[in-house]
């Protein structure tokens, strides 16, 4: 009985373990947009850096791999801010 009991707490706790470790490695990009790439934050609104874009955020060149939600990519050639 005892081991049952131990083997039953070790369980328990590789349980607590896993759930807990989970949400990290099932999202590392959070805090980043989807659709760029390198890590753009998701906010209301990225503008190109050094361009005439009012922010509140700004990013350098990004590789644009979904919906353009920030309208960085204007000649839609899958690069956004290209010329920054
Ligand atoms: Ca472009």
Redesign the pocket.
């Known amino acids: 009985m005892r081991n049952a009991l131990l083997l039953g707490v070790a369980g328990a706790t590789a349980s607590a373990f896993l759930a807990a470790a989970a949400p990290a490695s099932a999202a590392p990009q959070s805090g980043c947009h989807a659709s760029y790439r390198p890590c753009v934050p998701i906010t209301s609104d990225v503008d190109c850096a050094g361009g005439s874009g009012n922010g509140p955020a700004y990013t350098g060149r990004v590789e ?1 791999i979904g919906p353009d939600e920030y309208d960085l ?8 801010c ?1 010329n920054s």
């Open positions: 644009v990519d204007r000649d839609g050639d899958g690069i956004g290209q």
